[in-house]
């Protein structure tokens, strides 16, 4: 344990003891900082965690102040049974995203990381400097594509995996969400049909419902990824008009196409003139030396949307992405500027600072061996705690595995019972239109490994014996 | 003239005379302190005016170098007629904005007010605070609707007007444009009918044809805006979903509604049970003492959604708006969560933390003040360039006026030519899905008044005897 674990777990001895009442005011850092004779980081860490764990709030220039205890979960509805699939997915989504965002929960269904593992501070200085130092006229000519420094140093991380990707077609913009949300616009009309992965992202469900589009479901294996198979079977009986796929290390199930699987993936849809949208958000978080290098690397007809982000490796929040869209980087770029007009002129700005000379490298490769701790952390939990026979995929990157347990289960059960226990899991049947995988379940290990994830592990186990969580089928 | 512009003009003489060859280093801030004994914002901002004249061009962290001579502009290419309207709306309004955005160009065809009006040092502080002081939990929490202390900032703001909004339903997004859409999204589906202003916003237009509904345009009248007579016919005649308007200094008239018209529009609205989307972009941005209320304020029915930004007022380029969506709220909440996520984390925290201590309301008087002596010395260059006969509008807040010439006349060609004399203007065309208003333009008077703008005034006036500008009807 670190040393601001410890502090953390001493302080909250202290409020779950009493001796600090709710809403009473915490020491301030520079007290604990000559109380306890640790460092200002390790302090501000100790506080972070507190709050992650529920325990403190923080007001802003003012300080910590203990929690009110936290009150009973609302649980989730199910699902009823016989609702139309393309009708409610949402709802499940966002029932699970909502409680996962609980302060006090152990968050294994969480989308995100830790925020604990990012240069947040060093990013500031950045998004000051650059704030200060961006031309007054950049907020008219950042405009779609956008900030011209941050996407030379895009480009050139192109280069480094052997892709030349022209700076021009490189259209920044909030996010890996909006990204892909544009590209799907990009080449589809309303009734078109989509072929997405199963189990795959829950959004490219929901942007397929909101669009009025139509999905075609493509099996992922959870050890080889995308079955090709049945997609050119799907590509030959359907007119498919687009895909939207992860190929490096996909949510929810952690696997990742091997080259030659990805260059027949390109071959088939350059055959049938389909446009691949290729989401690689987590492409980055590599444990092997090397980034995979995505589909797009393949593509010599300019049918590969690519689309990254920087909120899963270094910038949570500050909702900068971008997409390289192939021949339809205009129709793409047009799109950004009827919607949302551009990305935030001085966070671009500020990536770029940091990409330069913040010492992005350095970081990655921190980030990157803490994740691949962090797997092997949980998957020592899992075979701790969990039955035997549990599968469970090994990701070489990303923060997310896959967990498919042999007795029948309901996964929607366990989610709810769980979140009861201040656990969330993210359940499999968020994860396809026909809310199958209800034995599946995805976990997040993108947390500093801790007693309390372990914990949150063997309570998993213990509900699985739950008669809600078995299975009645 | 201030001592930035006479400098700034000082400068310019010195590299229109072919001493400084271009690509060759402009002197440094410090030396031109030096050299000119002025303070160093005057220098900066001499520097900003070289950089909008096109003379210059800023190097991040090196300096300012001369810039290469401007090319010769592209040609707009005409709109064919016969072509749809719903298809080339958008090429019109796009081949414009690129025209305006050219650097050298006087911009009066532009949306955009000049950069230098606004405190960007200052906000620059309280983006580089807020980002090394925000929760790291926020890029969680801070999920949509949004950062609180910023949602209860523009709660406050809409008290001084009479509305009590709670803050829990205010969506922080992407600037206006985004809140705007996502409303639109909310309550249409393809093909449904919506009512906007003729002439109005182009991106209303973009918004309907690009989400597959269709438009039916209600006339606005240059002295007393929409027509309500006009829009209750067709309320009666169609089934009209929804209204996207403008009730304040109206994007292209300037216009304003009366509080009484916008009352009867709210009654009017209800009785169909029809929602208005209320796009009040510019409201804070009137000359006379008080804000004037928009429609919202009349709104017993939660079925006005009201959509606001800083982008106009405060922090252009920043990208942060909202939507007060009524008995929409959520639903809009779920559509941005599932299209761009959430506005950028630390940008939200900036904005807040200026609104709570930079001072807003000191910046807002000056800049109102700034836009209010623009005006008068726009109206007085009309008057003395432009033909008598030649109506405008003499708006009470924002910063565009409208432009009725008496003699017919073709405003694209005018556009055309008067971009190849340096000047930009919005030809009427382009806010109207029928390209109707031809002999109108819209000026922009968003930039501090300067001989330039008064001499871009008078080439319109020599323009418009141009015979491709004289109309052959």
């Given at each position: 344990?670190?040393?601001?674990?410890?502090?953390?777990?001493?302080?909250?001895?202290?409020?779950?003891?009493?001796?600090?009442?709710?809403?009473?005011?915490?020491?301030?850092?520079?007290q604990?900082?000559?109380?306890?004779?640790?460092?200002?980081?390790?302090?501000?860490?100790?506080?972070?965690?507190?709050?992650?764990?529920?325990?403190?709030?923080?007001?802003?220039?003012?300080?910590?102040?203990?929690?009110?205890?936290?009150?009973?979960?609302?649980?989730?509805?199910?699902?009823?049974?016989?609702?139309?699939?393309?009708?409610?997915?949402?709802?499940?989504?966002?029932?699970?995203?909502?409680?996962?965002?609980?302060?006090?929960?152990?968050?294994?269904?969480?989308?995100?990381?830790?925020?604990?593992?990012?240069?947040?501070?060093r990013?500031?200085?950045?998004?000051?400097?650059?704030?200060?130092?961006?031309?007054?006229?950049?907020?008219?000519?950042?405009?779609?594509?956008?900030?011209?420094?941050?996407r030379?140093?895009?480009?050139?991380r192109?280069?480094?995996?052997?892709?030349?990707q022209?700076?021009?077609?490189?259209?920044?913009?909030?996010?890996?969400?909006?990204?892909?949300?544009?590209?799907?616009?990009?080449?589809?009309?309303?009734?078109?049909?989509?072929?997405?992965?199963?189990?795959?992202?829950?959004?490219?469900?929901?942007?397929?419902?909101?669009?009025?589009?139509r999905?075609?479901?493509?099996?992922?294996?959870?050890?080889?990824?995308?079955?090709?198979?049945?997609?050119?079977?799907?590509l030959?009986?359907?007119?498919?008009?687009?895909?939207?796929?992860?190929?490096?290390?996909?949510?929810?199930?952690?696997?990742?196409?091997?080259?030659?699987?990805?260059?027949?993936?390109?071959?088939?849809?350059?055959?049938?003139?389909?446009?691949?949208?290729?989401?690689?958000?987590?492409?980055?978080?590599?444990?092997?030396?090397?980034?995979?290098?995505?589909?797009?690397?393949?593509?010599?007809?300019?049918?590969?949307?690519?689309?990254?982000?920087?909120?899963?490796?270094?910038?949570?929040?500050?909702?900068?992405?971008?997409?390289?869209?192939?021949?339809?980087?205009?129709?793409?770029?047009?799109?950004?500027?009827?919607?949302?007009?551009?990305?935030?002129?001085?966070?671009?700005?500020?990536?770029?600072?940091?990409?330069e000379?913040?010492?992005y490298?350095?970081?990655?490769?921190?980030?990157?061996?803490?994740?691949?701790?962090?797997?092997?952390?949980?998957?020592?939990?899992?075979?701790?705690?969990?039955?035997?026979?549990?599968?469970?995929?090994?990701?070489?990157?990303?923060?997310?595995?896959?967990?498919?347990?042999?007795?029948?289960?309901?996964?929607?059960?366990?989610?709810?019972?769980?979140?009861?226990?201040?656990?969330?899991?993210?359940?499999?049947?968020?994860?396809?239109?026909?809310?199958?995988?209800?034995?599946?379940?995805?976990?997040?290990?993108?947390?500093?490994?801790?007693?309390?994830?372990?914990?949150?592990?063997?309570?998993?186990?213990?509900?699985?014996?739950?008669?809600?969580?078995r299975?009645?089928?």
């Amino acid at each position: 344990m670190t040393r601001y674990e410890l502090l953390a777990q001493t302080m909250a001895a202290e409020i779950r003891s009493g001796n600090l009442a709710p809403g009473s005011r915490m020491p301030s850092l520079r007290q604990i900082i000559a109380q306890h004779g640790v460092s200002q980081s390790t302090a501000t860490r100790a506080y972070y965690l507190l709050e992650q764990w529920g325990l403190v709030r923080a007001e802003e220039r003012s300080g910590y102040y203990v929690a009110p205890p936290s009150k009973p979960a609302r649980a989730v509805s199910r699902a009823t049974p016989g609702d139309s699939a393309t009708v409610d997915i949402s709802e499940l989504v966002f029932s699970v995203l909502d409680a996962a965002k609980r302060p006090g929960i152990v968050p294994l269904g969480s989308a995100f990381p830790s925020p604990l593992l990012f240069p947040l501070s060093r990013l500031a200085k950045s998004l000051g400097q650059a704030a200060r130092s961006v031309s007054p006229w950049s907020t008219v000519v950042d405009l779609p594509p956008g900030n011209e420094s941050l996407r030379r140093q895009i480009a050139l991380r192109y280069m480094r995996v052997g892709i030349s990707q022209p700076a021009e077609d490189i259209i920044i913009t909030n996010g890996a969400l909006e990204a892909l949300n544009l590209c799907l616009m990009a080449v589809t009309q309303p009734g078109d049909i989509v072929a997405v992965e199963s189990p795959g992202f829950y959004a490219a469900l929901q942007a397929i419902e909101r669009l009025g589009l139509r999905a075609v479901e493509i099996p992922v294996d959870t050890q080889t990824g995308l079955d090709l198979d049945a997609l050119a079977e799907a590509l030959d009986r359907h007119p498919v008009r687009a895909c939207w796929f992860m190929t490096n290390f996909q949510n929810p199930t952690g696997v990742t196409l091997s080259a030659a699987k990805k260059e027949a993936l390109v071959d088939l849809l350059a055959k049938h003139e389909v446009p691949l949208i290729e989401d690689d958000v987590y492409g980055e978080l590599h444990y092997a030396p090397n980034y995979p290098p995505p589909a797009m690397a393949f593509d010599r007809h300019g049918l590969v949307m690519h689309c990254g982000s920087f909120s899963k490796n270094l910038a949570p929040g500050y909702r900068v992405g971008w997409a390289s869209a192939g021949r339809f980087a205009a129709r793409v770029q047009r799109l950004k500027l009827m919607t949302t007009i551009s990305a935030s002129i001085p966070v671009q700005a500020g990536i770029a600072d940091y990409l330069e000379h913040g010492g992005y490298e350095r970081h990655l490769k921190k980030i990157r061996l803490a994740m691949q701790h962090q797997r092997d952390a949980m998957i020592e939990a899992i075979r701790r705690w969990l039955p035997e026979g549990t599968q469970y995929t090994r990701p070489e990157g990303g923060y997310f595995l896959w967990l498919t347990f042999r007795e029948p289960i309901d996964a929607m059960a366990l989610h709810r019972l769980a979140i009861e226990r201040s656990v969330s899991v993210a359940p499999g049947p968020i994860f396809s239109a026909s809310h199958a995988f209800e034995n599946c379940i995805r976990l997040n290990y993108g947390h500093p490994w801790s007693p309390r994830i372990d914990e949150a592990i063997r309570t998993l186990g213990e509900l699985l014996v739950h008669p809600d969580v078995r299975a009645q089928s």
